[in-house]
């Protein structure tokens, strides 16, 4: 197979930037806010390689949690691979649909893949991580990108997640899952449980590692009216053999002796285990006559919570009937959701079926953000397809009075259609939907942006596509700010394009290859920007400066080099 060496080819491409930054457009008329800007949340239609990149401005090294369902590549998605691509093999795939016939559908794929990824990894923050739903067609082919784009040392998990619960009948063997695999920027390298006063305390160093999940209150009980409360039995053996922490323990009830099992000791010393004993914590199983146990309370271990597993499955149908959701609907929930329960949360919404193929379920990507954002975390979907990641986000966010923020990339025709007009239901609310949140609406905003055209900034050092002045003051006032460009408050005598909460910025610049050859940042430029007010600075970008640090400082101006600095994010 040719597609590692041809993916690596075109993801070098993409660092050396043949995928050129672009602008991103507002389009208030889509959005749902009163003020269209880059750090709210945010809808983007089109390409996600270039809106990836697009981003980076603003986000590189931001994102806390990067979730993508991207083509499972079964040969029947109708999914095109359309990249911009300069070699001759590569672009005679450009238009085709893949399809089960083709026999270089895998190569297409990774190589779809493969710069996306790398772009992904530069917007994940030092503690971020990504998961990646995918199904058996890809998992192997999967891993191996994901281990040369992360890491093999940053894989966190493989998890196997029951997406469906229907049997099928036209196959040997019902295919039931999906994957999730899970990868770390930068995995911690230490993730331990401490005990402390008999409870597991969890904590690591610098890196991502997974919250532990909030711990199954079913599973306490408290048959003896112990008034210390509901409280569970954990063996109180522990792996290894330790000489201090191996001795015999009687029981009291039977005058069994007892002994760690083979290749495990104790959880104490004996010393610890007597204090133990005496305070009511050792039970010889429920009936007095089986092994020691450690009673472990409900009040003292419900805040450290437990660690997942990587099977994700078919849950109790009491958890769901808890939760007020009827019998005939829990049915066909997993604790995690399944493609069935996606597609009926599609139908609550827009009152018919068929809306979307094979939707996520909003519980799933709920139990993500669970286990891997905080309530101020950034979460990027770029294959964003129905939005669930969106309503997720913001089903979160009304659970817990958090304030996470959500990025969608969508590149087919129905990013407003679906994906967007989605978010704004829920977000207003959907009359007649059978959950109670989902009629009240979660509340939030959102702004829709499409992208424009390529800004090349080398091309401002040779001339070539010189951008006119209003579009890369836009584009420079946006990447500088991440606030939404007003174009009435530019002064073109001044070369002043906006101005935000800390600097007033200016675009010294012309669309005319001598006249900008000659542009600087001088003395007599300084004095003519006009005052500032108390506190703030002036923000000039422009292609020289003549002013020494002295001078600057005096005219509380911050200067930005044109071509090179464009990128720079000041706020």
Known sequence: MCSKNSCRTRSRDSAKGSVKYHELIPVPEKSLTDRV????????????????????PMYAGKVKVIF???????????????????????????????????????????????PRLKLLRELLSDDGAIFVSCDDNEHHHLRMLLDEVFGDSNFVANIVWQARKSVQNDTDISDAHNHIVVYAKMRRQRNRRLKEDNADVWYSETGFAMKPLPLDRSKFDNPDNDPRGLWKLDPFDAPNVRANLT?????????????????????????????????????????????????????????????????????????????????ESASEWTVYGTTTRGSQTLQD???????????????????????????????????????????????????DGGNRKFILVEMEDYADRITAERVRRVIRGVPNAKDKALREGLGGTFSYFELGQAIDPEGLLDAEHLP???????????????????????????????????????????????RLRALALTIDLAESLGPTGPGRKRLVFAPACYLSEDYLHEYRIEFAQLPYEIYRRRG
């Open 68 to 114: 993508i369902d991207p083509p499972y590549n079964t040969g029947s998605e109708n999914w095109v691979y359309n990249d911009n691509v300069n070699s001759p093999m590569m672009r005679e795939w450009l238009g085709k649909v893949v399809d089960k016939e083709d026999l270089t559908r895998h190569d297409k794929w990774l190589c779809m893949m493969m």
């Open 349 to 399: 919404i827009f009152g018919e079926t068929g809306i979307f193929n094979n939707p996520k379920p909003v519980e799933l990507v709920k139990h993500i953000l669970r286990l891997a954002s905080d309530k101020s975390s950034i979460i990027l979907d770029s294959f964003a397809g129905s939005g669930t990641t969106a309503h997720a986000v913001l089903s979160m966010n009304k659970e």
């Open 247 to 327: 001795y015999e323990i009687v029981n009291p009830n039977t005058g069994q002796v007892h002994l760690p099992p083979k290749g495990r000791c104790w959880r104490t010393s004996k010393e610890e285990f007597e204090r133990l004993l005496s305070d009511g914590r050792i039970m010889f199983g429920k009936n007095g006559r089986g092994r020691p146990m450690l009673k472990v309370f409900w009040e003292e271990k419900w805040q450290y919570g437990e660690v997942e597993t990587t099977w994700w499955g078919d849950g109790a149908l009491e958890s769901f009937l808890d939760r007020g959701v009827d019998q």
């Open 468 to 514: 006119p002045y209003e579009e890369l003051a836009r584009y420079v006032f946006y990447t500088a700010t991440g606030e939404q460009f007003d174009r009435d408050q530019v002064d073109r005598l001044r070369w002043y394009i906006g101005s935000t909460s800390k600097y007033d910025i200016y675009l010294v610049y012309e669309p005319d290859e001598e």
């Open 37 to 56: 800007r880059l750090d709210d949340n945010l809808i983007i239609h089109g390409d996600n390689l270039t809106a990836l990149k697009a981003l980076l």
